[in-house]
Nanobody, 121 residues
Framework: QVQVVESGGGLVQAGGSLRLSCVVS????????MAWYRQAPGKQRDLVAE???????NYADSVKGRFTISRDNAKNTVYLQANSLKAEDTAVYYC???????????????WGQGTQVTVSS
């Protein structure tokens, strides 16, 4: 079994910052891409940022220049530093880890339960 647990969400004023963390634990052989998604009420879940095991990153246009994704491979942890937050960043933020549990099987996407980020204007 693989567990994905996010933390770091909360209530912040517009212009403020938050740092989200996501730890992957359990039967982990390797983790390829780690990513953050978000879902606002009544909207679809969208990609915010992703990072490969080699450190290559990709960001949604709406967060470029404000958010930074990073990871610690030794700790199976991914971070999202969110600066200059706006009201429209309010959403539940989910972590996804494309994880192999052994050498024989292909990687599977594992999701966390999400952490709420609320930005007050």
């Amino acid at each position: 079994q693989v567990q994905v647990v996010e933390s770091g969400g909360g209530l912040v004023q517009a212009g403020g910052s938050l740092r989200l963390s996501c730890v992957v634990s359990g039967s982990v052989f390797s983790i390829n891409v780690m990513a953050w998604y978000r879902q606002a009420p009544g909207k679809q879940r969208d990609l915010v940022a992703e990072i490969t095991s080699g450190g290559s990153t990709n960001y949604a246009d709406s967060v470029k220049g404000r958010f930074t994704i990073s990871r610690d491979n030794a700790k199976n942890t991914v971070y999202l530093q969110a600066n200059s937050l706006k009201a429209e960043d309010t959403a539940v933020y989910y972590c996804k880890a494309k994880t192999k549990v052994d050498v024989w099987n292909p990687p599977i996407d594992y999701w966390g339960q999400g952490t709420q980020v609320t930005v007050s204007s």
